[in-house]
């Protein structure tokens, strides 16, 4: 199993940055997939997540200025984030979920920043 996470950088505030996470060596359609993030000195937070049957789930903090998407004929789970602020610097993960099988992806570091 490879997730494999593409799309980080720097950006100054305001700006948006569209992440990518392309998987294979699972049944991609029948897995909840999560964006996760982990700032320095904080713990790994779920930021959003969207089930096989395309059903999202966002924190509270991101909620209006990301959206998470899935295309199962790629194989692959998007996270669009707009209008970002210095708190969203991160490395971002993406996480493939199905019961009690957890799959996580390599990370890719966001850093938001004038």
């Known amino acids: 199993v490879q997730l494999q996470a593409s799309g980080g950088g720097l950006v100054q505030p305001g700006g948006s940055l569209t992440l990518s996470c392309a998987a294979s060596?699972?049944?991609?359609?029948?897995?909840?997939m999560g964006w996760y993030r982990q700032a320095p000195g904080k713990e790994r937070e779920l930021v959003a997540g969207i089930t096989g049957s395309f059903s999202t789930t966002y924190r509270d903090s991101v909620k209006g200025r990301f959206t998470i998407s899935r295309d199962n004929a790629k194989n692959t789970v998007y996270l669009r984030m707009n209008s970002l602020k210095p708190e969203d610097t991160a490395v971002y993960y993406c996480k493939a979920g199905l019961f009690a099988q957890n799959y996580w992806g390599q990370g890719t570091l966001v850093t938001v920043s004038s």
């Open positions: 060596g699972i049944t991609f359609g029948i897995y909840t």
